[in-house]
């Protein structure tokens, strides 16, 4: 069985990826294979880091490229980042149904009130760039490793936030739109803790 993780962000999607590879999942994300292609400098590598110099968009073929030659005769893939267009989850679907594969698609979902809340309750120290948190039950609202002073990075304001969540539904809709109709649709609510949401995971990928 293969996995889609898609997930809103401040939902926790770093977290779960984590616990699904324990689990023995292939771990793919396409951030880190087209990280790794430029590493090597192989032909693709080039052109990507020639792409991305110049300011442009990697576009969506040399992505699904990349991908589906990492992907070639795995089985229980992670698929963390992508699809992230229609014209990739199509692909997608014809590889995956060629190579008789399933495919799960997990969205965690949370409601916005808490998006926003996660989104922008990190706090960094100053000195030593150690991350707290305003709800951990720990803060003092200094830095507890070296007493620093802290601050809101400028990715984790309001502001920030809500436009990081703007971005995600509008990159999204179609996706979502997609795949519920497919089989092997699953929302999870992921306004709940990581072990919550963790066990809804995995009960859903045993059904
Ligand atoms: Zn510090």
């Keep these: 069985m293969n996995i889609i993780l898609l997930g809103y962000p401040g939902a926790g999607k770093g977290t779960e990826a984590e616990n699904l590879k324990k689990q023995g999942y292939y771990h793919v994300s396409t951030g880190d294979l087209i990280r790794a292609e430029i590493k090597k400098e192989s032909p693709l590598g080039k052109q990507v880091k020639d792409l991305i110099s110049k300011g442009n968009l990697v576009p969506d073929a040399l992505i ?3 991908l589906l030659s990492a992907i070639k005769g795995k089985e229980n893939i992670l698929f963390d980042g992508f699809p992230r267009t229609l014209a990739q989850a199509q692909t997608l679907t014809k590889y995956l149904q060629d190579a008789g594969q399933k495919v799960k698609v ?18 960094l ?72 949401v963790s066990l809804t995971v995995k009960r859903a990928l045993e059904v």
Excluded: Q
């Excluded at 997990?106 to 309750?121: C, F």
């Excluded at 003092?140 to 400028?154: Q, V």
């Excluded at 984790?156 to 936030?161: G, I």
């Design 106 to 123: 997990i969205l965690l979902k949370a409601s916005e009130e808490v998006v926003l809340r996660r989104l922008t309750s990190r706090r």
């Design 64 to 66: 699904t490229e990349i």
């Design 125 to 196: 120290c100053k000195d030593c760039g150690h991350i707290e948190n305003i709800y951990w039950p720990s803060y003092t609202g200094k830095c507890s490793k070296c007493g620093g002073e802290l601050y809101t990075r400028a990715d984790d304001t309001l502001e920030s936030a809500k436009h990081r969540l703007d971005v995600f539904r509008k990159e999204t809709e179609p996706l979502l739109e997609y795949y519920s109709k497919e089989e092997g649709y699953i929302t999870v609510d992921a306004s709940r803790s990581a072990e919550e």
